[in-house]
């Protein structure tokens, strides 16, 4: 079982929203862009105890916190509805009388009248289901229920969608906020109560620990003075009642019920050599949510049907691990759907499982999938690229840079310059600025384009260009900036303070790093011999690194090349006009 849309009426932040999904799916967008509140939905419509909570929703759930009527208007109402697809044979039996048929290619249900195409092979059964809450004036409270929407009683009404028919479906959602908070607790909803419960294994421990606490005492010895006490405290109170009332007070360690029991009860592990045992939400934050993730592993081999809905995964995570987890997630479940800043998090997905989210000022939420820039066929979406296209997709501004050199020099001699001048510069970090490497000149103007698109604040710095060339690259980006020499190379060269420029070849050789196929300076005294065999060590070491390097030992903002100066002082200054 899958989702394959929701649709979200008037909930949070969000006035209106469809948003279709692609098997295992990744979700992005600003802050601000409602993707938690995306899943809080689907909680409310699949969730097997969301709806236990008192109330079930409350005033701040409405959109713009509106709930109530005047008399010419409807009173407000939360809809929410899930389509699900890709149903088990047995869910199939389950939910046999509430069926509708979705055509996959054209992503629409079929109606009565167009029965006669449910052997199309792209019409595939599926299950629709809906929550509706509102406030009630009457009984001055907030309701909330969950209906099947197919079919339709003859009052009009619909059969309730159930906790149990809820638990056949396996919704699982982690909020990131409270990953490891109850992961091994023994609350109801917890990870531990979920295995157990999809293991059928019922505690039996209760009745015995609870009778164990009342007969534990505390305190109980003459020489403490509690109990002393305790009698002052009894013969006063027979001033006033019968003698056999209030007999023989003790203290005990708790009047805890069976529902006590299970929030206090927790899972220890030990936190060194010594043996000692924490409460397992004293582990590392890492430690934690790593261990979250393998229970969530556990479930997903005791069910047939897993739909994990996670916030964030990657929190207090290493890139490493990240990848490992979501792989395993996604191997283990029919469905996993995060949300994520990280690229390492984008990088398990293709663009087509990447849904970026937007909202405009009036509630309107709406989603696109990611798509490959037009000129790049999927089998290039290589690992180095798919790295930089993954985190170009999590930024608000981008820098597109020409070639591999651009990629490396620009990134550091903003953070050079910030360092000897920040009040006049920054860097990218700083600005909340990504680089991305186009790979050529050619290529700029077709992701400045495609950047654009996505609402993102775009750059671009490239070397000279003809003029129609340079035409393209304006039309594409927000700011453009060319350099006046036909290579970055030259540009260093030429630019660079000259005693910069000769301490950084001198430093080459004595490091031992000056390649032996790339020929010395004829004349090492003379600059210009100097900047020959450099600019020959540039082009030929295919590396932007030594650029990085040059910048590096620049110790005064004026012996940085002129270009980059003035190229990364204007990308500051423009974003407080854009």
Request: charged residues 30%; contains cysteine.
């Amino acid at each position: 079982m899958k989702i394959a849309y929701v649709e979200i009426q008037n909930f949070r932040g969000i006035s209106s929203s469809k948003i279709f999904f692609n098997g295992h799916s990744v979700i992005i967008g600003d802050n601000n862009a409602g993707k938690s509140t995306v899943f809080e939905a689907i909680d409310l419509v699949l969730g097997p105890d969301r709806l236990n909570r008192t109330p079930v929703i409350d005033e701040h759930d409405f959109y713009n916190g509106v709930y109530m009527c005047t008399a010419e208007e409807q009173a407000p109402q939360i809809n929410i509805e899930v389509l699900l697809i890709d149903l088990e044979d047995e869910q199939k039996r389950r939910f046999n009388n509430n069926i509708e048929y979705w055509n996959q290619k054209d992503c629409m249900l079929l109606s009565e009248g167009e029965i006669d195409d449910v052997d199309d092979e792209n019409v595939i059964a599926a299950l629709r289901v809906k929550f509706i809450g509102s406030y009630d004036e009457d009984e001055d409270d907030f309701k909330g229920e969950t209906y099947f929407c197919s079919p339709q009683r003859a009052d009009e009404t619909f059969a309730k969608f159930s906790k149990m028919d809820k638990r056949e479906c396996g919704f699982l959602y982690l909020r990131a906020l409270r990953t490891g908070s109850r992961a091994l607790s023994m609350e109801r909803g917890s990870l531990l109560d979920i295995i157990l419960r999809i293991k059928e294994l019922r505690p039996k421990m209760w009745e015995s620990v609870l009778d164990d606490l009342r007969k534990v005492q505390v305190a109980a010895d003459p020489t403490l003075g509690i109990s002393e006490v305790l009698s002052d405290v009894q013969s006063a109170l027979k001033e006033f009642v019968p003698a056999d009332w209030g007999e023989a007070p003790i203290l005990r360690v708790s009047d805890l019920t069976r529902e006590h029991l299970r929030k206090t009860l927790t899972v220890f592990l030990a936190t060194g050599k010594d043996g000692y045992h924490a409460p397992f939400h004293h582990q590392g934050t890492g430690t934690v949510n790593t261990m979250v993730l393998a229970l969530l592993s556990m479930i997903a081999e005791a069910k047939k049907t897993v739909i994990f809905a996670m916030e964030e995964p990657e929190i207090a995570i290493p890139p490493y691990t990240q990848k490992r987890i979501i792989h395993h997630i996604r191997q283990k479940s029919t469905q996993a759907i995060f949300t994520s800043h990280s690229p390492f998090v984008l990088e398990e997905f293709s663009p087509s499982q990447i849904i970026l989210l937007t909202r405009n000022k009036k509630g309107v939420q709406k989603s696109e999938f990611m798509t490959f820039p037009k000129h790049i066929r999927p089998k290039n979406y290589n690992a180095q690229f798919r790295s930089g296209f993954s985190e170009a997709l999590l930024a608000k501004r981008i820098l597109v840079a020409e070639g591999d050199t651009e990629m490396i020099l620009y990134p550091a001699a903003a953070r050079r310059l910030s360092e000897l001048q920040p009040t006049k510069y920054s860097s990218l970090e700083a600005m909340g600025v990504s680089i991305f490497n186009a790979g050529s000149e050619n290529s700029i103007p077709l992701y400045g384009d495609y950047f654009r698109k996505q609402g993102k604040i775009v750059f671009a710095v490239f070397d000279k260009q003809t003029e129609d060339a340079l035409q393209k690259i304006v039309e594409s980006v927000d700011r453009a900036y060319e350099i006046p020499f036909k290579g970055i190379e030259s540009m260093l060269l030429r630019e660079t303070d000259e005693a910069i420029i000769t301490q950084f070849y001198k430093q080459l050789q004595i490091d031992g790093e000056w390649p032996n196929h790339i020929k010395l300076a004829e004349n090492e005294e003379d600059i210009e011999s100097i900047k020959k065999a450099l600019l020959n060590y540039f082009k030929k070491s295919k590396s932007g690194r030594g650029s990085s390097e040059l910048i590096a030992l620049c110790y005064e903002t004026r012996q940085v090349p002129k270009s980059l100066r003035k190229t990364l002082a204007n990308i500051k200054e423009s974003l407080d006009i854009l």
